[in-house]
């Protein structure tokens, strides 16, 4: 028996080598999606909270971009 593990180039999923591999890509890689939409909000989030409390950022093309990312993501995660 051998301990070489293969890998789904698509989504990450793991079997061992000789076994039958099959498997869906969906359910991975939406699982995957969600983890990391909430990863990029939350960290947006607090990107926004950063400028948002300084002062001296608050009149930078970096603080609007940010301003309009955070609505963007807020009217995003709103509609799902």
């Known amino acids: 028996m051998t301990d070489k593990i293969s890998k789904c180039c ?10 039958h591999g099959g498997h869906s890509c969906a359910d991975k890689l939406s ?3 969600s983890a990391l939409e909430s990863n990029f ?3 947006t989030e607090n990107m926004a909270h ?8 608050k009149d930078t093309d970096l603080f609007k971009e940010m301003l309009k990312l955070k ?10």
């Open 50 to 57: 950063i400028l948002l409390n300084n002062i001296s950022l």
């Open 41 to 43: 909000s939350q960290i």
């Open 71 to 80: 609505n963007s993501i807020y009217e995003y995660n709103t509609k799902l």
């Open 31 to 33: 699982t995957r999606i």
């Open 10 to 19: 698509t989504c990450g999923y793991e079997w061992q080598t000789g076994q």
